[in-house]
């Protein structure tokens, strides 16, 4: 079983469309994030989440509005999007609120054209 | 901003060498994380050395930390085609519990 699942893998899309990927995990954890690498391969931080409760939101867009129903599962809403937005997005998770091992996804490959 | 960079930004080797590159950092941290990531894949967590270690072994795996130069070293011995992926170094800075933050990473290719 996949510890970390999110959905879907390529996302193709226009311009000022919204879309949502989505995350899932089966360990238990008490934390997920949202992590977006870009073309150079950096990968920066978004959000977390911590049973539910939004801890860090970095300087990112409010077209970003991620939604946590339940500490096994986080998603990620995009409105409005810019060509900008184009990024592979990675969902992870750990145990703890300290991010001493994180669990990512296998990534979304988003292509805004 | 970015917090850690790794040096170099890619490097290519035969298989059975040796593969070391190099991670700085500009604040103090609580720890920091080795990450392997295969093309197309999520990160995979390779190893973990706290603030107060300065070595740690793991399989092949061996990593130093140097706080006064606030700098890491990651080896990988015997390197084999699989070890080919990009390897990325990872913070949890002191001042921002609950923050990772990642280079750019090292590309490594292993040639048979």
């Known amino acids: 079983d996949t510890a970390v699942s999110q959905t879907p893998k390529y996302l193709v899309t226009q311009m000022g469309n919204d879309k949502s990927i989505k995350c899932e995990q089966n360990l238990g954890h008490d934390t997920m994030y949202w992590y977006k690498q870009d073309s150079k391969k950096f990968l920066k931080i978004m959000f977390s989440?911590?049973?539910?409760?939004?801890?860090i939101n970095e300087t990112v867009p409010n077209r970003f509005s991620p939604k946590s129903p339940d500490k096994a599962h986080l998603n990620l809403h995009i409105n409005s999007l810019e060509l900008g937005d184009s990024a592979v997005y990675f969902c992870a998770s750990s145990h703890t609120g300290s991010p001493e091992k994180l669990f990512f996804g296998s990534g979304t490959q988003l292509s805004v054209l | 901003s970015q917090q850690g960079e790794e040096d170099p930004q890619a490097l290519s080797i035969q298989e059975g060498e040796n593969a070391t590159m190099n991670c700085s950092y500009k604040?103090?941290?609580?720890?920091l994380q080795w990450y392997r990531q295969n093309s197309g894949r999520g990160l995979v967590h390779l190893i973990l050395i706290r603030s107060n270690e300065r070595e740690k072994h793991s399989g092949r795996l061996r990593v130093t930390l140097d706080t006064s130069k606030k700098s890491s070293s990651l080896l990988i011995t015997a390197s084999r085609a699989a070890d080919t992926a990009s390897y990325f170094c990872a913070t949890e800075q002191t001042d921002s519990w609950g923050k990772l933050q990642f280079g750019a990473g090292t590309q490594v290719v292993v040639t048979p």
């Open positions: 604040t103090s941290i609580n720890n």
């Open positions: 989440y911590n049973n539910k409760e939004l801890i």
